[in-house]
Every structure is written in structure tokens, then in C-alpha cells.
């Protein structure tokens, strides 16, 4: 099996009292796409927050290409290759599709902007991703769809050279059509051999799409299975319940985590 | 062939990551499609210049059947310097209104600046006009100003700072120019500090120019010794506002400016399409820079021609209440559309949190923002003192602000934040100042209608803002 690009070992982290993540084990393949799933408050958030390195962590080994690294900051995520499509998006949507894409990380020519240059980068990154929906990238983002806004989000990600994308709920506001799209392009991120993970509530989603699911169940990973060997029943049980059948938490630990 | 390519582009199986995909962008419309395009861009809530254009030709309309003298040479080359300030102090507050903020304070801070001014080459030195305390607590405030930009990372509002620091104990502000430059660096200060207390604090802006608004206007008092000081006696002021290119320069100034944008948008669209990049159709360009080159030259003939009534002496040439705010206006432009700051000033205007995770200090775009507009205003307070003659007690107070902000806004300027240009401002200003001046042609009307007039196309110009953005998100 391929070496995890990036591999989280025993992480804990807690805001005062509050446990809010045991031992959590999570790796990212280069070339799958790895879900992780988990109920509200499960703790989704905060571990990707913890490896955005918008929250400390109390104890655990982040490890980069087998190397330990430290993320305490947004910026080192993003200069090791590791970028995050929120749910919100983040679009200015007074900017048209290349200015977004670009935003923050401009090219430059004697201190101005090189709108050419980058109107090109920002089509063949589009066009790398198989993107067909997009006639312009000169519209304004205030103009698209929920999935073409997606489909930009995640091209903007994609554009500087990333390795991992994380993926937080990207069919969520979207109709069937246009999930279909964005799944498309979330395979063809993996195909393309970045790891990606998605975070989703929704089973057929994961099912469809990603190769291996992890789930969190009140802070604690409850299992970490194929896609190929499970069903949306059992992954529904990880979820509720942190256990289904003889895998996932001992009942003893399911229990004391509540 | 372009029709061929839209068709098959989006066909499903057409041959993926082609740049047939992106049919919108290489496909070269000719004049009549580029029209209909701008006319469902106008319909889908982006209506650019056009309404504020269209109602400024029918207020000269109106107004030219209220007095012949209006449309008259004279009359025409007295609006520039009537309205330079206007003009002046919206473009510095498009900057703020881009981020969703406002600054109230822009008139006052323009008072205090041009107060400075004034008090500095009358007393012969600012140290002789002003008292002791309030003298160290400028030189005091604009040190504190220069700290907290170069906190703030505000280096180039630091050095228009520091030089006013540097005029003022050179004693070089008796003489008129240095003295307006120190103006311009007083209002750098006071925009630098605005900018901390909205950007940094977190104050809301409304609150606190409200309070500036309201400060200035006693400080202005403590400045002039509550004496108004008369500027009509330093050609180079009185000149802003009454002078004139001379007519060989105001064809060079027309010729360079006109001349200019016409190449240079003739040029972007060839290069562009030989790149195959989104461009302009070539007659568009030709055609849009044809008008406006046009526009520019008969101005610039008719303005080079005597419009004094009085034989005695001659008044010719393009004023420079007219010039200096156009150049402003293309300088703002060019700083907000082609340089990565302007690029994330819209992008903190349109959404802050989408800019503050791509990397972008927006704290720093928030005091760069303020101290341009409260610099600005320093300008305009200048150009408003040589309108009326001098600095009076409440120079800048009043409707002066609101009137800017109405300028900005009958221009298409957003008060939301991320819509707006430079231009807005010019437009808009025009709009504003020749309501009081059509109906000051007519003395049997009275005056009284002038801010009713105002208010009715303000209130226009807003609804027609609001109706396109609704038809804007219906349409999506």
C-alpha cells in the first residue's frame, strides 16, 4: 500500500473542560479520496481547523511525507501544499472567476497586475479539471451557480501546485445536477493523484466517491473502513452509534465518551 | 464561426479541457452583438455609467430651457470650479464606500486641512498662527501618526506625513504650495488615525467620523483664532478654482489624456486577442474611445475660446478645476483596477472574510482606504477655500460630506461596498453642481428648490440602483 501523504497520529485536543478530540488516527492517501464522516459535534470541524492550523493542539504527531511538522498557522498548511474549500466558500462576489482564483497570490509584472497571465493559468486549470460549465472566465462570481462557484472554489485550491484538498460539505447546497459535477471533479482530483478529503453528511455522496471513510463518534475515531467492504448501514451505525457490529468503539469507551 | 464553436463547446462528448470550453471568452462579437451584451448587462443590474450620464443630459436639457445663459461658454467654465471640491472629496470617499464604510468627516478634516494651510502662510509660519499647546499637539498628533502607520504598515500615508513634518520645522510654510502640501499630510493623519479606530478598534466608521465630523468643526475654530482668513491674495490658491490652462496646454492636456486612452485600450484589445484572451471587439474599443475622444475635443475647442463677456481681458483654456480632479480620477483608477491593491481593496469591499482567508491584510487595506480619502479631502478642502474665497469658521461643514457621498452614489457607486469607480465621483459631481447653478440662472425661481431637486435625483439615482440589483439576483 502507498505511503499516507499526510498522517495524523494520536491527536488530542481540548477547549477547557471540554475533550473534544481522544486519540484521533487519520491518514491522507495521495491519489484517494478518504471521507470523514461523523455526526454534529462529532468533532469534524476541529480536527480540520487543528490541521488548517487555525487551532493549537494539546498532544499527537502531525506527519507530512513521514516527516513531523508543525501546523500552527494557516500559512504553513498552505506552503506544504495543503489547501481547504470551506463550506462558505470564501468568493469575493464582486470579483470575477480568475480575479477569485488569484486572490491574495496575484502575479505580477513591475508591481501591477498581469490580468492576461493569469486570465490564461486560471482556463487551463479549469480546463485541467475537465471544468465545462464554465463558457468565461471573466464573469463574476456573483453570476454562477452553487456548483459553478464550487467548481471555482475547488480550481482556486487546485491551482497552486496542492497535494491534499480538503473538501468541507461540497454538495451540500447543491442540486442533482450539479452534484453530479462536483463528484466528477472530486475524482478527478484523486486522479489526478492529489489526496483528498471529503467531509460529508451525505451517505451516497461518500459511498459514490470516496475510498475509504473514517468516522468520528464523539471525539473518537469509532473505525476507519473501505468503502468497498462496507455499506451506508454500517457506516450510519459508526456514526450513531460509534460501533456496528464486531468494529468500530467497545462499548465501554462508546459509552464513557457521552 | 463563432456560432460553430459556441455549439459544439457545449455539447456534451466535445473534446474535454479544450479552450473550446471557454466560448464565451475567445469568441470576437461583432459591434451589434457587443451592444446587445452591454444591454443585458445594463438589465442584469450592472448599469455602469449609463444612468447617471443619461440624467445629466436631461438636467442640462431642463436647465437650458430654464436660462439660455446655461449651455453658454461662460456658464459651462464656471461649473468645473464650483464643483472641483465635490468631485475631489468623492473620489477619496469611493475608496471607503468600496469597503462597505463611510467617512461623515471627510468636509470637516477638509476644513481643518485647508485651515492649516491658510493659518501657516498668513501668520507667516504656522508656529506664529497658532497657540503653543495646539502647535506641539499637531506636531505631537502627526508624529503619533507616522508611529501608528508604520505599525499599521501604512508606509506611503508615513511619508506624506513625515514630509508635512518636514515642511513645518524647515519653516518653508509661509510659501503657498508647501503650505497646501502640508495640508494634504495633516489629512494623511487624520486618515491614518480614522483608519486605526475603524480598521484596528473595530469601531464602527459611522460612529467614528460622526465624532470627527463633529471635532473638526471646533478645531477648525481653535486654528483660525476663530478669524476667517481670506485666500484670494495667493494667486496659486485663487488659481485652483478660477484660473486656466493655457490653450496650447489644455490641447496637450486633452490630446495626451484622450489620445491616451484610446491607445491604450486599442492596444490591450490586439494584444489581447492575439493571446486569445477575453477582450473587447476591436470597433467597440474603436468606437467607445472614438466618442469619448471626440467628447474631449470639442470640450477642450470651445473651452479654448474667450468666455469672457468683459472685452477688457481674456478667459480661455481648460480650468484646472477641471484637470486636476480628471487626473486624480485616472490616477485612482489605474491604482484600484491594475495594482494587487486595488485588486484586494474590491475584494475586502465585496467579501472581507474571502479576503482575510486568501491571505490579504485587511487591516491594512482598511487604514490605506482612510488615509486616501481623508487626504483627499485635504485636497478637496483646498480647492472648496479658493471657491469661496477663503477659510471660513465652518468651512466643510454642513451638506458639504453629503453631498459628496450623493455624488458617489448618482455615479453607481455602491454604498454596500465593492462597486465603485473612480469615475462615479466625477459624473456625480457634475450632476450636483449644476442643479444650484441652472437654477441660480433664473433668479425669479427660488433657491429653495435646489436641495429639493438635489434630494429628487439622489433618491432616483438610488432606486435605480436598488431595482437593478434586485433584477441582478432574480435573474440568477
Known amino acids: ?258 | 464561426m463563432t456560432a460553430q464553436t459556441t455549439g459544439e463547446g457545449s455539447r456534451p462528448g466535445a473534446d474535454f479541457g479544450s479552450s473550446g470550453s471557454f466560448t464565451l471568452d475567445i469568441e470576437r462579437r461583432t459591434i451589434a452583438q457587443a451592444i446587445s451584451s452591454y444591454w443585458t448587462r445594463i438589465r442584469s443590474g450592472e448599469p455602469g455609467a449609463l444612468p447617471s450620464v443619461l440624467g445629466l443630459i436631461v438636467l442640462a436639457l431642463i436647465f437650458s430651457q430654464v436660462s439660455s445663459r446655461f449651455l453658454g461658454r461662460n456658464n459651462i467654465g464656471n461649473l468645473p470650479g464650483q464643483g472641483a471640491y465635490i468631485a475631489v472629496i468623492a473620489l477619496g470617499l469611493v475608496f471607503v464606500l468600496l469597503l462597505g464604510e463611510i467617512d461623515l468627516s471627510a468636509g470637516t478634516t477638509g476644513g481643518i486641512c485647508a485651515g492649516f494651510a491658510a493659518q501657516a502662510i498668513n501668520s507667516h509660519h504656522l508656529h506664529n498662527g497658532l497657540s503653543t499647546l495646539l502647535y506641539w499637539a499637531l506636531v505631537g498628533a502627526m508624529a503619533g501618526a507616522i508611529a501608528l502607520g508604520l505599525w499599521l504598515k501604512t508606509y506611503t500615508g508615513c511619508g506624506v506625513v513625515a514630509i508635512g513634518l518636514i515642511i513645518i520645522f524647515t519653516g518653508l510654510d509661509s510659501h503657498v504650495i508647501f503650505a497646501l502640501l502640508f495640508a494634504v499630510s495633516v489629512g494623511a493623519a487624520v486618515g491614518i488615525f480614522t483608519g486605526y479606530l475603524v480598521g484596528k478598534i473595530g469601531i464602527p466608521s459611522f460612529i467614528v467620523t460622526l465624532a470627527l465630523f463633529l471635532a473638526w468643526q471646533g478645531v477648525l475654530l481653535f486654528v483660525l483664532n476663530s478669524q476667517p482668513i481670506g485666500v484670494n491674495n495667493y494667486p496659486f490658491w485663487y488659481g485652483l478654482a478660477h484660473n486656466n490652462m493655457s490653450p496650447t496646454w489644455s490641447w496637450v492636456f486633452t490630446i495626451v489624456v484622450a489620445g491616451g486612452y484610446l491607445l491604450y485600450t486599442t492596444l490591450k484589445s490586439i494584444r489581447a486577442q492575439a493571446q486569445g484572451l477575453a477582450a473587447d471587439t476591436l470597433q467597440l474599443v474603436l468606437v467607445r474611445g472614438g466618442v469619448i475622444a471626440l467628447v474631449a475635443l470639442v470640450i477642450t475647442y470651445f473651452a479654448n475660446q474667450n468666455r469672457n463677456p468683459n472685452p477688457n481681458f481674456k478667459i480661455e483654456g481648460l480650468p484646472w478645476a477641471a484637470t486636476v480632479p480628471i487626473t486624480l480620477m485616472i490616477l485612482c483608477t489605474i491604482a484600484l483596477t491594475k495594482t494587487p491593491w486595488g485588486r484586494h481593496l474590491f475584494a475586502t469591499g465585496g467579501s472581507a472574510e474571502a479576503a482575510r482567508r486568501a491571505g490579504i491584510d485587511v487591516v491594512h487595506i482598511r487604514v490605506t482606504a482612510f488615509t486616501i480619502c481623508s487626504s483627499f479631502a485635504a485636497i478637496g478642502g483646498v480647492f472648496l477655500a479658493s471657491n469661496t474665497g477663503g477659510v471660513q469658521l465652518d468651512l466643510g461643514a454642513g451638506n458639504i460630506l453629503l453631498f459628496a457621498v450623493a455624488a458617489a452614489v448618482i455615479g453607481g457607486t455602491s454604498l454596500f461596498g465593492g462597486r465603485g469607480r473612480p469615475r462615479d465621483a466625477i459624473i456625480g459631481a457634475l450632476v450636483i453642481v449644476i442643479i444650484p447653478n441652472g437654477i441660480g440662472l433664473r433668479p425669479s425661481l427660488p433657491a429653495q428648490y435646489q436641495n429639493v431637486i438635489t434630494g429628487a435625483v439622489l433618491l432616483v439615482a438610488a432606486a435605480v440602483d436598488a431595482l437593478s440589483r434586485r433584477r441582478g439576483r432574480a435573474g440568477r
Open chain 1, 1 to 258: 500500500m502507498a505511503e499516507p501523504i499526510l498522517e495524523i497520529k494520536g491527536l488530542n485536543k481540548s477547549f477547557g473542560p471540554v475533550h473534544v478530540l481522544h486519540d484521533v488516527d487519520f491518514s491522507v492517501y495521495p491519489g484517494e479520496v478518504s471521507a470523514l464522516v461523523g455526526d454534529n459535534g462529532a468533532g469534524k470541524s476541529t480536527l480540520v481547523k487543528c490541521i488548517a492550523g487555525i487551532n493549537s493542539i494539546d498532544s499527537g504527531q502531525i506527519r507530512w511525507e513521514g516527516k513531523p511538522v508543525t501546523l500552527n498557522d494557516p500559512r504553513a498548511a498552505a506552503a506544504l501544499g495543503i489547501e481547504f474549500v470551506y463550506q462558505d466558500l470564501a468568493l469575493a462576489d464582486n470579483l470575477d472567476i480568475t480575479q477569485n482564483m488569484f486572490l491574495g497570490r496575484e502575479i505580477r509584472k513591475f508591481g501591477f497586475l498581469a490580468d492576461g497571465q493569469m486570465e490564461r493559468k486560471a482556463r487551463e486549470a479549469l480546463a485541467s479539471l475537465s471544468v465545462r460549465t464554465v463558457s468565461s472566465v471573466r464573469q463574476l462570481v456573483a453570476n454562477l451557480s452553487g456548483g459553478q462557484r464550487q467548481t471555482v472554489a475547488i480550481a482556486k485550491a487546485v491551482l497552486w501546485d496542492s497535494r491534499v484538498v480538503f473538501l468541507d460539505e461540497p454538495t451540500a447546497a447543491l442540486g442533482v445536477a450539479q452534484t453530479r459535477q462536483v463528484l466528477d471533479l472530486v475524482r478527478r482530483l484523486a486522479g489526478q493523484g492529489l489526496g483528498v478529503v471529503l467531509i460529508s453528511h451525505n451517505m451516497n455522496d461518500v459511498m459514490e466517491v470516496a475510498d475509504r471513510v473514517a468516522a468520528l463518534y464523539l471525539g473518537r475515531i469509532a473505525a476507519e473502513v473501505f468503502t468497498k467492504d462496507s455499506s451506508t448501514t454500517q457506516i450510519v451505525e459508526l456514526i450513531t452509534s460509534g460501533r456496528s457490529g464486531d468494529i468500530g468503539l467497545t462499548p465501554a469507551t462508546a459509552n464513557q465518551s457521552i
